[in-house]
């Protein structure tokens, strides 16, 4: 049974797991707009996926939830939000969203995605080992689970038509990756 299946028959446990997950989000949206530039400028954001602090910030005072099938469609915007939903996708997934999210975009829009970005090699350095680690874990706790590293997100990037991507920021572990549409 994976952590996921898990979390939906133990209610007490689904109840502790959402509320860390909640907790470990806020402090991550905070510590990332500490160097994360990458949202100034915007006049429409949408995030898929739903449920980040990131609009609890004020910096986008004017929200809109629009319920739907990320797979299908998505609501157009100048950028767009996604936030620990890549790594639960094989490739093939994952390029279907990234096509659809590129066919959403203005000319000069762009995808923000939040995940890990896993060393092309081992390091000793700190945040290295945090990655690693966390890769192990969520390795251990659902088997789907698929890190990527630079290179990989520049392969999707690529599969998808975006122009560039590139790594913006690291918090926490997490990375902010962009895709730009034309650069």
Not at 40 to 60: Q, Y
Not at 73 to 89: D, E, N, Q, R, T
Not at 103 to 123: F, M, Q, R, T, Y
């Amino acid at each position: 049974m994976s952590a996921v299946e898990y979390v939906s028959k133990d209610a007490r446990f689904g109840e502790l797991f959402k509320g860390s997950v909640i907790d470990y989000n806020n402090m991550f949206v905070e510590e990332m707009l500490k160097s994360y530039k990458g949202f100034e400028g915007l006049n429409s954001l949408v995030d898929v996926g739903g449920g980040n602090v990131l609009f609890s910030t004020g910096l986008f005072p004017r929200i809109e939830q629009v319920a739907g099938d990320m797979f299908k469609s998505v609501p157009k915007g100048y950028a767009i939000f996604m936030k620990w939903i890549l790594h639960c996708l094989d490739d093939k997934q994952c390029l279907e969203l990234l096509k659809n999210r590129y066919e959403a975009l203005p000319v000069n829009g762009k995808v923000i995605v939040v995940d890990l970005v896993i060393p092309e090699s081992p390091d000793t350095n700190l945040l290295c080992k945090s990655v690693f680690q966390f890769d192990l874990f969520m390795m251990n706790t659902n088997g789907s689970e698929k890190e990527r590293t630079e290179r990989e997100f520049k392969s999707l990037a690529k599969g998808a038509e975006f122009s560039h991507v590139r790594v913006a920021c690291c918090a926490y572990s997490f990375s902010a990756v962009e895709f730009d549409k034309n650069m």
